[in-house]
């Protein structure tokens, strides 16, 4: 689909029977595409379900806008999560934000039988299944919570030894670095000092190492390493003139490193860095995995959270017998004032306050409409947008 005119947000509206529902369909549908096209529709098939008394209605009708709001938060945590997780590779997280195997967009559309869906649960709107999706739900926050903490924590420590690894030479880790032979070891009376000498000094270096001092050892000192500012360099000197080399190299701008050398301790410093990375490596695919099972558990089941809101919504304003048609409309981008004057025209006889109210968004007494605009159908919007990352 041309990604500038077709929005990623959907529109599930629905709209009492006429003599049928089918003649509800056909009319929403050659007045959305009759002259340009103002939207993509498709039929919203939700099953009968047994209503309870008015009350229980009312009291649903909030309890399904709660369940929906906290829904659609973990099915944006765990997209948002799945982009942090493919860090590099965002491009990558739309073809991994699949609901039930197919595209997000297609899933509202196609491989969404809601009707299925619904034999888990009891018929009946008295108990509907409320604890059924919120206990899936909250499970999938809980498991997230879980799993991004171990995650983090790991990449956490992986990026602190990456960053010892990478920085300057005056506190960057040298187990890459330097060698056994860069160093007399073991002497009683020599030590080998690691210097950090600035490039633009490095001629001073060579001219006066061996002087900084009394008892250096003449031509010990070599270039390990360079960075762009810098050398390292070693030398090699009597332990008792130490004092006095490290005070004359500092009013020379060059740097004496505090280091000890200790194969152990460089070893296992490398190793802990292999494993973090190996078990990033290893949790990364089973990560992604459970992210695109749980994405698309989430998704659905805030599609049927949807799905009962229209049900509830339309037998409160629509009355008994149960006789309403639900579609899904997905409004081309260009056009979408021009469809809201469409389906108003169409549904604006439902409501006699409809024509004071079209353009407000303010809080009509008895209605709990603070987060949800009102129009003289019902009318819930499926966002998508909140899957979208640049």
């Not at 529709?41 to 709660?66: M, Q």
């Not at 695919?285 to 659905?300: Q, Y």
């Amino acid at each position: 689909q041309d990604k500038d005119t077709k929005m990623t947000e959907f529109w599930l509206i629905s709209a009492p029977g006429e003599k049928t529902c089918q003649q509800t369909w056909e009319k929403l549908h050659a007045a959305t595409t009759k002259n340009n096209n103002l939207s993509t529709n498709s039929k919203f098939n939700i099953p009968d379900l047994k209503v309870g008394t008015l009350d229980v209605l009312v009291g649903l009708s909030d309890e399904l806008a709660k369940l929906d709001a906290f829904v659609e938060s973990v099915v944006k945590k765990v997209a948002q999560y799945m982009a942090d997780v493919l860090e590099d590779s965002k491009d990558k997280v739309q073809e991994n934000l699949l609901a039930n195997g197919g595209k997000v967009l297609t899933v509202i559309y196609l491989s969404f039988e809601i009707k299925n869906s619904f034999k888990n649960y009891s018929s009946s709107l008295d108990t509907v299944p409320f604890l059924f999706i919120f206990k899936g739900v909250n499970q999938i926050d809980n498991d997230l919570k879980a799993r991004a903490s171990a995650y983090n924590n790991l990449k956490g420590n992986l990026q602190n030894l990456e960053r010892k690894n990478a920085g300057s030479l005056l506190t960057r880790s040298l187990a890459d670095i330097v060698k056994k032979e860069d160093f007399v070891l073991d002497s009683e009376y020599l030590v080998t000092l690691l210097v950090i000498v600035p490039k633009l000094n490095y001629n001073d270096w060579v001219k006066q190492y061996e002087t900084l001092a009394e008892m250096v050892v003449p031509r010990s000192s070599n270039v390990l390493f360079e960075d762009q500012d810098s050398y390292l360099c070693n030398v090699t000197l009597f332990r008792k003139a130490v004092d006095d080399f490290k005070h004359k190299a500092r009013e020379y701008k060059f740097m004496v490193r505090d280091f000890q050398y200790n194969e152990e301790e460089m070893k296992a410093d490398k190793e802990e860095m292999n494993r973090l990375s190996t078990d990033k490596k290893k949790q990364f695919g089973p990560l992604v995995r459970w992210l695109k099972v749980n994405f698309s558990e989430a998704f659905i089941a805030w599609i049927h959270v949807k799905a009962l809101r229209v049900f509830v919504e339309s037998v409160l304003r629509y009355g008994l017998p149960v006789n309403f048609q639900a579609m899904l409309l997905q409004p081309n981008k260009k056009t979408m004032k021009k469809l809201r004057e469409v389906l108003y025209d169409l549904y604006k006889h439902l409501d006699s306050s409809a024509a004071a109210i079209i353009d407000a968004t303010v809080d009509i007494p008895g209605l709990n409409l603070s987060q949800q605009e009102y129009y003289p159908y019902v009318y819930y919007k499926i966002d998508c947008n909140l899957l979208e990352f640049k």
